[in-house]
């Protein structure tokens, strides 16, 4: 099956049959996985949960089954290379189709659809104003003294200066009398 000469579509169907007898259900990773590692810019493992739901989302349908077949394989594969393609297309080529089921794996978990549904409503993608970066904070705490809280507010736009600035008790009416000088 790995490193045959025959049609793929052939051997797949010739490991499947040989792996049943071992497993009832002969899961489809137990099939894809070995073509994939050993052939994995030609190859993919697919998990049918979430190749399922990256199936949905293509123009071209493929009807899953529960036990691999060569004919659902041959979709699931065509839909990865077409996703490869486009990635290329866009200037990020996957090195090979094991950084395609990664993609379909992160994006169509299930965890991924809450935090992929905050990313949409927070409208991070297509975002019209950069996104600001928060430095971490100092390790030492020298300069923690020196960044402005996250929640202060910026001075508005006709106030003065820090330097024009009155002081700051004259500015509050709260006057301290001043030390006097020794001079007078």
């Not at 349908?61 to 297309?89: C, F, H, N, Q, W």
């Not at 975002?127 to 030492?140: I, M």
């Amino acid at each position: 099956m790995l490193w045959g000469t025959e049609d793929v579509a052939k051997r797949f169907t010739e490991l499947t049959q040989a792996m049943s007898m071992l497993w009832p259900r002969v899961p489809w990773t137990v099939i894809t996985a070995p073509m994939a590692l050993v052939h994995p810019k030609e190859h993919t493992c697919v998990k049918p949960s979430v190749f399922t739901k990256q199936a949905d989302c293509t123009t071209k349908p493929i009807r899953p089954t529960k036990l691999p077949t060569a004919r659902v394989y041959r979709g699931y594969l065509e839909m990865v290379k077409s996703l490869r393609d486009a990635l290329s297309d866009t200037g990020a080529p996957p090195h090979d189709l094991l950084d395609i089921y990664d993609l379909i794996w992160i994006t169509q978990r299930p965890a991924a659809a809450e935090h992929l549904a905050r990313v949409r409503a927070e409208g991070v993608l297509g975002r019209s104003t950069p996104l600001v970066v928060v430095p971490d904070a100092p390790a030492d705490g020298e300069a923690a003294a020196e960044a402005p809280a996250a929640d202060a507010e910026a001075p508005a736009a006709d106030a003065p200066a820090a330097d024009d600035a009155a002081p700051a008790a004259e500015a509050t009416g709260d006057e301290t009398p001043a030390e006097e000088s020794d001079d007078a």
